[in-house]
């Protein structure tokens, strides 16, 4: 409210100069001028009015659950860090007052309040009183009664339900937008996620005659997990003509070093490199890994998890770097 007053107050400033101007001059074309100024004025106005999304609104989250959000939310908690990237890419970041535990992007979530994760911080959440938290359907199956009590306290409860594929990443960034006012922005960064996955699309299709077979690791040895279908990393290769190893697999699988040998992949993907140290080096020296292709010729590449598992904003970017690393010969012209 204050930065509408200040910008309603310097607009009211400007306008008054140019009535002085007006009448000093006295001239007809002075006279003009100022009304066609004013025109413009008014016009810009207006598009700011139309472009600022009304309050009260109501939306079904994840849960199936209407909320009522009466006014544009001016502090926020975010209670998993998927949301809160995205919360950040909406340009809501200093709105932002409590994150969770293990939130880590952008850097400036590092900073902010931490108010638990999976169990969260009750006592902080309430002391904060934020005008919204965003919360998972992990919390609303598990901790119903502590949502219940921060909508006791006049704490908005929105539920962002877990996500497969891109499709319901869209979904969950236009929820977001539309409950904290940012709907025209939330729908600017779905559009150019879709567009650069549209364009990674077409030119694998147009340029790729002979699929890669990728092996995708998301643990490291010896308990090697990989991700199968109904996963972000499967949707990415198939987006790029590449075949996933393990596309029989179903969801987050774990699988034998003597499995793995015998997939043959082209390439191997890790995108456990955040904990485990030269990550792509510890495969490479594998023993009774040597005939495996991806091995004979190198083609071990380790790869921001985040970007290939957090449904948010950046998992176009992980797109963009598994198929210049995969197809590089395609994708680094």
Not at 146 to 157: N, R, T
Not at 184 to 209: G, H, Q
Not at 312 to 321: F, N, Q, S, Y
């Amino acid at each position: 409210m204050n930065t509408f007053l200040k910008k309603w107050g310097l607009l009211s400033v400007v306008l008054l100069l140019s009535m002085f101007m007006i009448v000093g001059c006295g001239s007809q074309e002075d006279t003009t001028q100022g009304e066609q100024n004013t025109e413009n004025d008014s016009a810009q106005q207006e598009e700011n009015t139309e472009s600022t999304q009304a309050f009260p609104v109501t939306i079904t989250d994840d849960a199936g659950k209407e909320v009522t959000i009466e006014s544009e939310p001016e502090s926020i908690v975010s209670i998993q860090a998927s949301n809160t990237e995205i919360v950040f890419a909406l340009g809501l970041g200093d709105k932002v007052i409590g994150v969770s535990d293990y939130d880590n992007y952008p850097p400036e979530a590092l900073e902010i309040e931490k108010v638990g994760a999976q169990d969260i911080n009750v006592e902080m959440v309430l002391s904060l009183q934020p005008d919204i938290a965003l919360v998972t359907d992990y919390h609303n199956e598990t901790h119903p009664d502590i949502l219940k009590q921060f909508e006791e306290a006049g704490i908005k409860v929105v539920v962002v339900g877990e996500t497969t594929s891109f499709e319901e990443v869209y979904k969950n960034i236009q929820m977001i937008g539309q409950a904290t006012g940012t709907e025209e922005k939330a729908n600017e960064i779905v559009t150019d996620m879709k567009d650069r996955l549209a364009a990674i699309k077409e030119k694998a299709a147009a340029e790729i005659t002979e699929k890669k077979k990728v092996w995708v690791e998301v643990s490291p040895s010896p308990d090697i997990f990989t991700t199968g279908k109904n996963t972000f990393m499967n949707e990415m290769l198939e987006s790029i003509q590449a075949v996933n190893a393990a596309e029989d697999q179903e969801g987050w699988v774990k699988l034998t070093e003597e499995e793995i040998v015998k997939l043959n992949p082209n390439v191997i993907i890790t995108t456990y490199g955040y904990y485990v140290d030269n990550p792509s080096e510890q495969v490479l020296a594998r023993k009774g890994w040597t005939e495996v292709p991806a091995i004979k010729n190198k083609q071990v590449f380790d790869v921001d998890n985040d970007t290939v598992t957090r449904p948010g904003p950046r998992l176009i970017e992980g797109v963009e770097t598994l198929a210049k690393l995969i197809y590089p010969e395609v994708f680094e012209k």
